[in-house]
């Protein structure tokens, strides 16, 4: 009786996970599908499952378009944000993590509060001191705000792995001759080296899908992928193949970098999360 129920269970749980993929990867596949199709297909009231295969929208997004160019946009700006939200977040959480610090908690929780406050409340005001500044439609303004933006949620990933590193291994160092920078980094960092990938990744993702920001920021000179869909959506018609291939090529950089990168993502996420 016990084996039967505890056989229910399982089929029931496959039949879950089986049904959550299928709800959030149908749009993704369908979004393929219409990246393949011609205007006409793609246009249809009725989907069409079978079609004749079609590069075109490809290639006039390529070739014809400014999408590439929007695209390095988009790595550039989102590479050099992820690089420094993971360094200033590094040094933020990891002496709030190994030394009792006055105030500590509530430094911790001014920075939560930074990711919590949602970013339309704060871009008419953001817009208005880059405007002063000059910056508008520059790389600048853009790192910036994307450093700005990932910062609590690196700050916060890195203290938690910081924080489940034993005092004992860097005071091995210290013994041993290192000073507290050569610690730092040649035993600390190779230890949180998972959850360096995981915030890094993590960073990386929020910076390339970001779409607020770079839609009131940026100009014809560095606009991102995403703002760069607008493109296609013209006030005559929608292109739907060639929305659909732009949004494709967007997706498969992520893609390809979080199936290279899952090993150490899970293992950077489960960091601590058994104890010994």
């Not at 008419?124 to 303004?141: E, Q, R």
Request: overall charge positive; proline content about 5%.
């Amino acid at each position: 009786m016990n084996e039967s129920k505890h056989y229910s269970v399982v089929v029931l749980q496959y039949v879950v996970v089986l049904a959550a993929m299928i709800v959030f990867i149908f749009p993704i596949f369908w979004m393929i599908m219409t990246s393949l199709k011609n205007q006409t297909d793609a246009f249809t009231s009725v989907p069409k499952w079978t079609f004749a295969v079609t590069y075109e929208n490809y290639k006039i997004v390529l070739f014809e378009r400014s999408f590439m160019k929007y695209l390095g946009n988009s790595l550039y700006v989102s590479l050099f944000s992820t690089v420094l939200a993971v360094t200033l977040g590094s040094g933020i959480a990891y002496p709030f993590a190994r030394y009792k610090l006055a105030g500590a908690k509530n430094v911790l929780s001014w920075v939560l509060t930074l990711r919590i406050v949602p970013p339309i409340v704060s871009i008419l005001p953001i817009y208005l001191v880059f405007s002063k500044l000059n910056m508008l439609d520059t790389y600048t303004a853009l790192i910036l705000m994307y450093t700005f933006m990932n910062l609590p949620l690196t700050t916060w990933l890195l203290y938690g792995f910081f924080k489940d590193i034993p005092g004992e291994i860097e005071e091995s160092a210290l013994v041993d001759g290192c000073n507290r920078f050569t610690a730092f980094f040649r035993v600390i960092f190779p230890i949180v080296g998972p959850g360096l990938v995981s915030a890094a990744l993590l960073s990386f993702i929020f910076a390339w899908n970001e779409f607020l920001f770079a839609n009131i920021l940026s100009g014809p000179h560095v606009r991102t992928a995403p703002v760069g869909l607008n493109e296609y959506a013209t006030p005559v018609s929608v292109l739907w193949g060639q929305i659909a291939a732009a949004g494709t090529m967007i997706i498969v950089p992520i893609a390809v970098i979080t199936v290279a990168l899952q090993r150490k993502m899970v293992s950077g996420l489960t960091m601590g999360a058994v104890k010994g």
